[in-house]
T-cell receptor, first 116, second 116 residues
């Protein structure tokens, strides 16, 4: 079974600064997807960024980028130029791309605070 | 596109009562998922439908839980003889998928259940 670990329960960053959230995962598969989801206080989970395991190039979406280290099974999220609206719970998630597997396996989340 | 909608958003029930939650996925999405999330934890997979077929069920889904998607559109999640441990947020999500393509999974705002 796959597991996802987020070792930082809480992080804090000043507005306009950069912060990195950590995620490690365990799997024996070679074909999978990794995601970062954001869950603001309103509770709706929103996709931030996704990474296909077969791609060596790290995904980027505007101020959000990942550092995907497949051999180390590490998938960190970097948020640049942090904004107050970035404050939320961030969840790392894994999704197999083999067989009929379709579900997401989530980590326990990191609460990000953004201060002035 | 109105997104994934869930009803009710909040439900307080007495222990031993039955509750039912409804999820309307994004139109045209053939895959529908149910997750459970407790405070301070990431969402945990419960079950998954492709069209009307229930393809996977987690062992978390005890025999008191039943999910249906009768016409491949909306879905219901029923919990019979509720227990205090059932208190959680129940998240519904949907995606448009073929095979194992990792299409984006979109989440609803969740249905909060409190069992007293």
């Amino acid at each position: 079974a796959q597991t996802v670990t987020q070792s930082q329960p809480e992080m804090s960053v000043q507005e306009a600064e950069t912060v990195t959230l950590s995620c490690t995962y365990d799997t024996s598969e070679s074909d999978y997807y990794l995601f970062w989801y954001k869950q603001p206080p309103s509770r709706q989970m929103i996709l931030v960024i996704r990474q296909e395991a077969y791609k060596q190039q790290n995904a980027t979406e505007n101020r959000f980028s990942v550092n995907f280290q497949k051999a180390a099974k590490s998938f960190s999220l970097k948020i640049s130029d942090s904004q107050l609206g970035d404050a939320a719970m961030y969840f790392c998630a894994y999704r197999s791309n083999t067989g009929t597997a379709s579900k997401l396996t989530f980590g326990t989340g990191t609460r990000l605070q953004v201060t002035l | 596109d109105t997104g994934v909608s869930q009803d009710p958003r909040h439900k307080i029930t007495k222990r031993g009562q039955n509750v039912t939650f409804r999820c309307d996925p994004i139109s045209e999405h053939n895959r529908l998922y149910w997750y459970r999330q407790t405070l301070g934890q990431g969402p945990e997979f419960l079950t998954y439908f492709q069209n009307e077929a229930q393809l996977e069920k987690s062992r978390l889904l005890s025999d008191r839980f039943s999910a249906e998607r009768p016409k491949g559109s909306f879905s219901t999640l029923e919990i019979q003889r509720t227990e205090q441990g059932d208190s959680a947020m129940y998240l519904c999500a949907s995606s448009l998928g073929t095979g194992t393509i990792g299409n984006t999974i979109y989440f609803g705002e969740g249905s909060w259940l409190t069992v007293v």
